[in-house]
């Protein structure tokens, strides 16, 4: 399928590039697709981040070279996969493998291995997945907007599930929420007023914005907030089943990974630029979310 073909040319140009300086914009763009949205797909697709994928590739090889790669020096080795020093590569080869580049040397010693990943439609259980399709005409949201790098930024950048734990604890989300205008009528009306969109318009090739948001009309007052208009969109839309507060990291990565595993692959669909919205609302004292990918056909 055209899915499988462009996710696999992706990993074909990362695999040919270990050596050399991996553009996650150009695997993106062979995978058509935004970076953000490339590296959301890999990793829950393969339950690894694209950056660790890589490591541990670069790492595999290295080792295999310093089994098999003669005299070669481990700074050549070192240099050849990415590392500025020997000290850094070491540290990294040990974390993988468990010994130093000079042990891997030795004949008998135990390494491991990380193959090549190859992208395949496999038979799952038949446990359905409630989704509908909807189109919509453009609306507008304003809100709290950050931007993001795709690569995360370090352990302690700001995310956007750090950029909610902050908004809820300054004020900043009851403040939007007070200016949130009524529900319209294209959503269900048991939905909060409070919500999140991310990847609606381009920042750079390597980062993509993200929105604490909350629906715009004609008496909105949006001072001191950005306002975005999306564009007129088919939507497929996934809801979640009613849960408790403590369930939904767990719901929200279900869903996330049902999307890109299970519907994306075989619906004859592709997402237009990782358009994407996180709807949250509550009913009959429990949570539901709603995830809305924007959509068209192959």
């Known amino acids: 399928m055209e899915w499988l073909e462009r996710m696999n040319r992706a990993i074909d140009y990362i695999e040919t590039n270990l050596t050399e300086n991996v553009e996650l914009s150009e695997a993106a763009r062979l995978a058509c697709c935004s970076s953000y949205q490339f590296q959301r797909m890999f990793s829950f697709i393969t339950d690894v981040t694209l950056s660790e994928y890589i490591r541990r590739r670069r ?34 080869f040990n974390s993988l493998h468990g010994i130093t580049p000079a042990m891997a040397r030795q004949e008998g010693i135990a390494l491991k291995a990380y193959p090549r990943l190859s992208f395949l439609i496999t038979i799952k ?8 399709i909807e189109t919509k005409e453009s609306f507008e949201v304003f809100g709290i907007e950050e931007v993001f790098p795709t690569n995360g930024g370090g352990e302690s ?30 959503v269900s ?23 604490l948001c909350v629906f715009k009309d004609e008496a909105s007052n949006i001072e001191g907030y950005t306002s975005v208009t999306i564009p007129a969109h088919t939507w497929v839309i996934f809801p979640s089943e009613p849960h408790p507060w403590d369930q939904f990291d767990e719901t929200i990565e279900t869903l996330y990974k049902r999307f890109y595993t299970e519907w994306l692959p075989t619906a004859g669909y592709e997402q237009v630029d990782g358009v994407e919205f996180e709807m949250y609302g509550a009913q009959d004292g429990l949570n539901y979310i709603e995830l809305w990918f924007a959509i068209r056909k192959l």
């Open 59 to 92: 790492l595999t090889l290295a080792a295999l070279e310093l089994q098999h790669g003669g005299a070669a020096k481990v700074i050549d080795i070192a240099l050849k996969y990415g590392y500025e020093s020997p000290v850094s590569f070491a540290r990294a």
């Open 125 to 132: 259980g038949a446990e359905a997945m409630n989704y509908r």
């Open 157 to 186: 950048a700001l995310t956007p599930a750090k950029l909610w734990e902050q908004s809820h604890a300054n004020g900043d989300v009851k403040r939007l929420e007070a200016r949130a205008s009524k529900l319209p009528s294209f």
């Open 189 to 211: 009306q048991n939905l909060h007023p409070v919500h999140a969109v991310c990847s609606y318009r381009k920042t750079g090739k390597d980062t993509f914005p993200y929105m």
